[in-house]
C-alpha cells in the first residue's frame, strides 16, 4: 500500500545544488517511490559545528516500500553522491532525512519518524510547509504551519536555484 512520504534534502559541500538535483534524479529511479513535488529551495545557516550553509528543501514521494527499506537506500543514495562518514553534524554534500511518512510513527534503533528534530528546525520546516502545511505531526498533534510559527529562529532564507525548478505544488 502506498504512503505519502516526505524527505528532506540538504547539502553544503560541493555544488549544494547539483547535488540536491543528483539526490532527487536517483530518487525518481527507485521502482516503488513516485516522485510527486518539491519545495523551492533555502538556504540555511547550519546546526553543529561550524561549517558552509546548506540548500535545503523537501521532496513529497508516493513510496511502496516499508520505511526500514527506504532508509536503507537513501543511505545508498547518500554514499553513492559522496557522503562519508565524519563529525555529527558535519559538513556533507548531501543529506536526506525521512521527515514525515503520512500519519505513521516509526521508532526503531535505526529510524525515528516523524524525525526527532523536525519540530526544531525551521530549514526543515519551511520547505515542508510549502507542500503540506495542513498535515499533522503525528506526535505532537499540530500543523507544520503550526509548528514552523513556533519554531526557534533561525537564519534560513528562500533561495533561488539556477537549475532547480520552483515549487511543484
Not at 41 to 46: H, M, R
Not at 72 to 93: A, F, H, S, Y
Not at 101 to 121: D, E
Request: net charge negative; hydrophobic share 40%.
Amino acid at each position: 500500500m502506498s504512503e505519502l512520504v516526505h524527505i528532506g534534502l540538504g547539502s553544503n559541500l560541493g555544488d549544494r545544488e547539483q547535488n540536491l538535483l543528483l539526490a532527487v534524479q536517483a530518487l525518481s529511479r527507485i521502482d516503488a517511490v513516485s516522485l510527486l513535488r518539491r519545495s523551492t529551495l533555502f538556504d540555511s545557516a547550519p546546526v553543529g559545528p561550524r561549517q558552509p550553509r546548506f540548500l535545503n528543501a523537501v521532496v513529497e514521494v508516493e513510496c511502496d516500500l516499508p520505511p526500514e527499506r527506504l532508509l536503507t537506500i537513501l543511505k545508498q543514495i547518500e554514499v553513492d553522491l559522496g557522503r562519508r562518514p565524519g563529525e555529527r553534524w558535519g559538513p556533507r554534500p548531501i543529506d536526506l532525512d525521512i521527515l514525515l511518512w503520512g500519519s505513521t510513527i516509526v521508532a526503531t534503533p535505526s529510524l525515528q519518524v516523524p524525525h526527532l528534530h523536525l519540530h526544531q528546525r525551521r530549514f526543515a520546516l519551511e520547505p515542508l510547509c510549502q507542500l503540506v502545511p495542513d498535515a499533522r505531526h503525528p506526535v505532537l498533534g499540530v500543523t507544520i504551519e503550526e509548528l514552523l510559527r513556533s519554531a526557534p529562529a533561525q537564519d534560513c532564507a528562500r533561495h533561488v536555484g539556477a537549475l532547480w525548478p520552483e515549487a511543484q505544488t
